[in-house]
């Protein structure tokens, strides 16, 4: 599908979207949102792209390999932020009882590993859509 | 406790971890991706042994995530029963594995068989998540995430039938999974809980007021647990999923997945609805009468046909049932026994498909009747058969006479002999169908004609772990009976 | 009369379960697959609906402090266990539609009864 007006106009939406996704990923602990709801846009602005150009452009955008690795860092992010905690000497998945430091709340960067955790998440889930679009689009390759 | 004190997380945390970094490893460092899975498996079960080892000398042992006590933070149980599930579950899981690595080769494409171990750990790791939890909604997370991986084993294999049959299973378990969810609901409505114990408590107080939602919840929990766990009628996606699955998946899959879904529908009758509930509404009789249908037409179906894998898809039905049997007989002997047949079926059933898988994998025959005469090309296999079958009936001498004993002797005990003829009646039937194929494969005349290829090491090695291990389940059968005597008599 | 009144105070708890019917009455009797796949995300989405309901008291306003004002809040727990859901959906979902995508590959049909069709041909 080549089309001028869908090109031109996701061309201009799209780095909005990706901002707009990276912002509700990093505001995840302040306001309504977070990491899936920020993931999940930024993984559709990767989508739209694929749309609107073709497969090999949306490709180029986030290579296979790439998104594997994102995909898989952010899952094992989210554990080692786990484990750091019991290293800490606190439980698996303390935030303050382990010593992170929680910052002052509602400044950006507060609420320790829930803010850590909340990123990770968000490029798991933006990677794991848009890989999961290529895949079904693609096929067998 | 020491460090030893995060186990249960840890357990859950260390497998997760494998699924994730092994399709990196298996990108960049092929070589690892395997042992990566096995030493993950083995820490597991380290920990789980340290733990049970632990359990019994301080008693129960719970772990709270991030330091949030209950009722606000996800709980981890750490007893007896539940450990000796975990044993059973990560140590079987490890032999499938090792089978595994051989026979994966020869039934699936080479690039995916690195996302094969990350399912494969996240499947194991969820299981063990959903025998440790206390808490509703993280087991309903954690059935998802059992239900998409255990179909995903299943479609790994591209092919139409494995498809199509992992299409039914997952739309029959988002079906149960949504059932369980408003159930969910539903007691949630009424307490505010959603930790086991707690809502144990206050269900005895909402009882008076809300008996209703409580009935609902309770219904739809059966529901629930039953579909995804093959009880009789709600079996009918199992046979075409356990047949088509490459087989370490099937192994896997009618070996431990259907059997912790069991394990949970133990955990809601018995941790979560307090006994005014299950006295006021037949719930366990439902399960039980249910289990006896089941027991009997799993082997009937199972009679009729034709394809091994198949056949023995239907007997796990079958036995599926003797779990329950020994869920809904409200006996603590019953417990014994339904809980040792967790352990036997989950090893005589892997060894069974891994038979099924070793004939597939060197001569290619997957119908019942040209397997004559193939005791004499495959021997070990098919002594691996014989005993697997032997359990299966519950011959003395093997680990399935040892559960459908203290389920025969429980149903006496509480004056319900006609469970006693369930049991027995089901066994014939079991040797009606199992006892052919192995007089075929040794006594007959008839040569076997196909070409055959020889069996590698370490099936052959799989299948000799199994053996030893039936046959020490029915002679030593006395420490874990010990143990689940002393677990059960917790619940009465 | 009551029950009535019951009934119309607890319009969502109702709308919730004719919802979860109708998912699971098409999830199970419908034989196009894509069908199939809307109705468990109907089924889902009813069950979160009802999730949510339980957490909302009649009048109040989302959990957020501010001021140190009092205010009746909504449960916020059910809101949080509904996001995880929601995320869970989203996988059984697109894992379900990927399946379908193959199945298609191979029968060109999404209709289960044609597809059982051309196998009992074979």
């Given at each position: ?141 | ?413 509480i004056g319900r002999p006609i469970f006693v003829l369930v049991i027995l009646a089901s066994s014939l039937l079991n040797a009606i169908y199992y006892m052919p194929i192995v007089i075929n494969a040794f006594m007959h005349q008839d040569e076997f004609k196909k070409e055959v290829k020889p069996v590698p090491g370490i099936m052959q090695l799989s299948m000799v772990v199994g053996m030893v291990f039936i046959i020490i389940f029915g002679f030593f059968s006395k420490p874990v009976v010990t143990l689940l005597e002393q677990a059960a008599a917790l619940f009465f | 009369m009551e029950t009535l009144q019951g009934i119309v ?114």
């Amino acid at each position: 599908m080549e089309d001028q007006i869908t090109r031109i106009t996701s061309r201009l939406v799209v780095p909005f979207i990706q901002v707009y996704g990276i912002y509700i990923i990093l505001h995840g602990h302040l306001s309504p949102g977070g990491s899936f709801s920020g993931g999940a846009i930024f993984g559709a602005s990767l989508v739209l792209v694929a749309l609107s150009f073709n497969l090999e452009a949306g490709s180029k955008q986030i290579p296979h390999n790439a998104a594997s690795v994102l995909e898989s860092g952010g899952a094992l992010g989210y554990l080692i932020t786990g484990l750091v905690a019991i290293a800490l000497g606190g439980y698996y998945l303390s935030n303050k009882a382990a010593g992170f430091p929680m910052g002052e709340a509602g400044s950006l960067f507060s609420a320790g590993a829930i803010f850590i955790i909340t990123l990770f998440v968000g490029i798991k889930v933006a990677s794991t859509i848009a890989t999961l679009f290529y895949y079904i689009i693609e096929g067998e390759k | 406790m020491g460090f030893s004190e995060h186990f249960p997380a840890l357990i859950v945390v260390v497998l997760f971890f494998t699924a994730f970094i092994s399709p990196l490893l298996y990108r960049w460092a092929r070589k690892l991706a395997a042992p990566a899975v096995i030493a993950a498996l083995l820490a597991a079960l380290a920990m789980v042994v340290v733990l049970l080892i632990q359990v019994q000398q301080f008693g129960i042992y719970y772990y709270h995530m991030g330091g949030w006590p209950p009722p606000w933070g996800i709980e981890f149980k750490a007893d007896p029963l539940r450990l000796y599930i975990l044993v059973v579950l990560i140590s079987v899981s490890l032999w499938i594995f090792i089978y595994a690595l051989r026979d994966l080769g020869h039934e699936l494409k080479t690039r995916v068989i690195g996302w094969y171990y990350t399912l494969y750990s996240v499947l194991v790791g969820s299981m063990a998540g959903i025998a440790l939890t206390n808490d509703l909604f993280n087991l309903f997370v954690l059935m998802e995430i059992c239900a998409i991986s255990a179909c995903a084993i299943i479609s790994i294999k591209e092919d139409r039938e494995c498809l199509e049959a992992s299409f039914k299973y997952l739309i029959l378990s988002a079906m149960g999974t949504g059932c369980f969810l408003l159930g969910v609901v539903m007691l949630y409505m009424v307490t505010g809980y959603l930790n086991y114990s707690f809502l144990y408590q206050a269900l005895v107080e909402a009882f008076d007021f809300y008996p209703l939602n409580i009935f609902t919840a309770a219904a739809l929990f059966i529901v629930a647990f039953g579909t995804k766990a093959a009880l009789f009628p709600l079996h009918v996606w199992l046979p075409d999923a356990h047949a088509s699955a490459p087989s370490p998946s099937s192994a896997m899959l009618s070996g431990l997945v259907i059997k912790i879904y069991a394990f949970a529908l133990f955990l809601m009758f018995y941790e979560v609805f307090p006994r005014v509930v299950l006295e006021a509404v037949p719930l366990s009789e439902i399960v039980l009468w249910l289990a006896a249908l089941g027991a009997m037409f799993g082997s009937i179906y199972a009679m009729i046909q034709t394809d091994l894998k198949k056949m023995l898809a239907y007997s796990s039905i079958a036995q599926i049932a003797y779990i329950f049997m020994g869920i809904g007989l409200h006996h603590s002997l019953a417990l014994v026994g339904g809980f040792y047949h967790i352990m036997v079926h989950a090893v005589t059933k892997a060894m069974l498909f891994m038979v099924a898988g070793v004939i597939i994998y060197s001569t290619g025959v997957r119908r019942i009747d040209q397997l004559t005469g193939i005791g004499k090309v495959l021997p070990v296999t098919m002594v691996a058969f014989t005993i697997g079958s032997a359990s299966m009936v519950g011959i003395p001498g093997t680990g399935g006479l040892i559960s459908k004993w203290y389920l025969a002797l429980s149903a006496l005990e509480i004056g319900r002999p006609i469970f006693v003829l369930v049991i027995l009646a089901s066994s014939l039937l079991n040797a009606i169908y199992y006892m052919p194929i192995v007089i075929n494969a040794f006594m007959h005349q008839d040569e076997f004609k196909k070409e055959v290829k020889p069996v590698p090491g370490i099936m052959q090695l799989s299948m000799v772990v199994g053996m030893v291990f039936i046959i020490i389940f029915g002679f030593f059968s006395k420490p874990v009976v010990t143990l689940l005597e002393q677990a059960a008599a917790l619940f009465f | 009369m009551e029950t009535l009144q019951g009934i119309v105070d607890n319009y969502y708890y109702m709308v919730a379960i004719i919802l979860f019917v109708i998912g699971m009455y098409t999830m199970l009797t419908h034989s196009n697959m894509i069908k199939k796949v809307i109705a468990m995300n109907i089924m889902d989405a009813s069950v979160f609906l009802m999730f949510v309901a339980v957490g909302y008291a009649h009048g109040s306003q989302a959990p957020i402090i501010r001021d140190n004002v009092e205010i009746i809040y909504a449960n916020p727990l059910p809101g949080a266990l509904i996001l995880t859901g929601i995320v869970v959906a989203v996988s059984v979902t697109a894992y379900a539609l990927s399946l379908v995508v193959k199945i298609y590959r191979y029968y060109d049909t999404c209709d289960y009864d044609e597809i059982c069709e051309m196998r009992s041909k074979e």
